[in-house]
């Protein structure tokens, strides 16, 4: 009864590679997000969805493409790979919203390497 | 400036001690407050809110001053499983949505 999941928990691919992470939450929750974690531990933020719609994007290559088939998914794909996005990504959500309280619940993180 | 800053650390304490860490922010306008919790290789977690009139849960105290834009956490007496880093979160308003901005963190390190 894991709140947020994310598969898979570890993947390594070469360069120019596609690759997609997926996640899913069962809390209810009408938001979602994708952060990056990079090596130097710095959590930011790249997408967030609310109701299966794109809210927020941050300056992320467009190699990247979020995608939320309903409100419990949001999958992340990444075209042609590159050593830099070498990093841990956490899919996160919250009950929705908002602007005095945003608790967010993260999932076990994916940690891809790029070789 | 960055949006928030911590000290990144570590703070090496013996078990029982009291110590603090200290947050700064940079957009006045942020609304509400946390101090999020991430162990080694996991996901972080929410430890607690800051309010405004300062909160305790536990041993673990949260302070903010929103004139100097500075958040703080106290923990006493300090155990073993209190090692962990500890990420000061500020929700604030990106295009009009509220978003949370992380620090890097500080990390803790408590030895018996």
């Known amino acids: 009864d894991t709140a947020v999941s994310q598969t898979p928990k570890y993947l390594v691919t070469q360069m120019g590679n596609d690759k997609s992470i997926k996640c899913e939450q069962n809390l209810g929750h009408d938001t979602m997000y994708w952060y990056k974690q990079d090596s130097k531990k710095f959590l930011k933020i790249m997408f967030s969805y609310n109701n299966k719609e794109l809210i927020i994007n941050e300056t992320v290559p467009n190699r990247f493409s979020p995608k939320s088939p309903d409100k419990a998914h949001l999958n992340l794909h990444i075209n042609s790979l590159e050593l830099g996005d070498s990093a841990v990504y956490f899919c996160?959500?919250?009950?929705?919203?908002?602007?005095?309280?945003?608790?967010?619940?993260f999932g076990p993180g994916t940690r891809l390497t790029v070789l | 400036r960055k949006e928030v800053e911590q000290d990144p650390g570590p703070f090496n304490v013996p078990e029982g001690a009291t110590v603090a860490f200290n947050c700064t922010y940079s957009n006045s306008a942020s609304q509400s407050f946390f101090w999020y919790r991430q162990d080694c290789r996991k996901e972080p977690k929410l430890l607690m809110s800051v309010y405004s009139s300062g909160n305790e849960d536990g041993r673990f105290t949260a302070q903010l001053n929103r004139a100097s834009q500075y958040i703080s956490l106290l923990i006493r007496d300090s155990k073993l499983s209190d090692s962990a880093t500890y990420l000061c979160?500020?929700?604030?308003?990106?295009?009009?949505?509220?978003?949370?901005?992380f620090g890097k963190g500080t990390m803790l390190l408590v030895s018996p």
């Open positions: 979160v500020v929700n604030g308003v990106n295009s009009g949505y509220s978003t949370l901005t």
């Open positions: 996160a959500s919250s009950q929705a919203f908002s602007y005095t309280y945003n608790e967010q619940f």
